[in-house]
T-cell receptor, first 113, second 109 residues
Framework: SAVISQKPSRDICQRGTSLTIQCQVD?????MFWYRQQPGQSLTLIAT?????????ESGFVIDKFPISRPNLTFSTLTVSNMSPEDSSIYLC??????????FGSGTRLTVV | AQRVTQPEKLLSVFKGAPVELKCNYS??????LFWYVQYSRQRLQLLLR??SRESIKGFTADLNKGETSFHLKKPFAQEEDSAMYYC???????????FGQGTRLTINP
């Protein structure tokens, strides 16, 4: 399966600031996904990031709040903008490959104070 | 609506006892279902998928379309099975996963 490096692994940020999370994959993949896992909750898909096109956002998530970049087939970033304490979550990237299914990064634990 | 329901947030059994983690789904298409596991301080990883019909670490799961269920079972639990388990449904076309709420399984010695 694909090896995913996600960083930072954790951060504590001031409200009103922004944090960019990076996701690097060891092989080219078409589809990358960003999930959020709020405390005590399940994983919720934020958006699908495809190379060469704008990300597709799920209901309740908007580009202004969670801008995503996908400059090539092995890399993506998710920015959490203008953070508030409600954004405190674990953010995970995931990739899909046809014969291997989905692989997840180790996650970024974000705390907004 | 596309939904995955795991009715038990917490499940605790004794070592050697049988385990069943419940998962029900709602999906209008042909379902493709997965079980993911997250051990303490480790990343989420695939445990099994229904189309492969395999047994991983002694766990099996059978898709029951009549009952719209995909329960995870193991006949004899081991302490190393203690983890968070998520059932997930693949949304065809969009190729995205919808997750259940997760069940924290604790195996008592």
């Amino acid at each position: 399966s694909a090896v995913i490096s996600q960083k930072p692994s954790r951060d504590i940020c001031q409200r009103g600031t922004s944090l960019t999370i990076q996701c690097q994959v060891d092989s080219q993949v078409t589809m990358m996904f960003w999930y959020r896992q709020q405390p005590g909750q399940s994983l919720t898909l934020i958006a699908t990031a495809n190379q060469g096109s704008e990300a597709t956002y799920e209901s309740g998530f908007v580009i202004d709040k969670f801008p995503i970049s996908r400059p090539n087939l092995t890399f993506s970033t998710l920015t959490v903008s203008n953070m508030s304490p409600e954004d405190s979550s674990i953010y995970l990237c995931s990739v899909f490959r046809t014969n291997y299914g989905y692989t997840f990064g180790s996650g970024t634990r974000l705390t907004v104070v | 609506a596309q939904r995955v329901t795991q009715p038990e947030k917490l499940l605790s059994v004794f070592k050697g006892a049988p385990v069943e983690l419940k998962c029900n789904y709602s999906y209008s298409g042909s379902p493709e279902l997965f079980w993911y596991v997250q051990y303490s301080r480790q990343r989420l990883q695939l445990l099994l998928r229904h189309i492969s019909r395999e047994s991983i670490k002694g766990f099996t799961a059978d898709l029951n379309k009549g009952e719209t269920s995909f329960h995870l079972k193991k006949p004899f639990a081991q302490e190393e099975d203690s983890a968070m388990y998520y059932c997930a449904l693949l949304i065809q076309g969009a190729q995205k996963l919808v997750f259940g709420q997760g069940t924290r399984l604790t195996i008592n010695p």
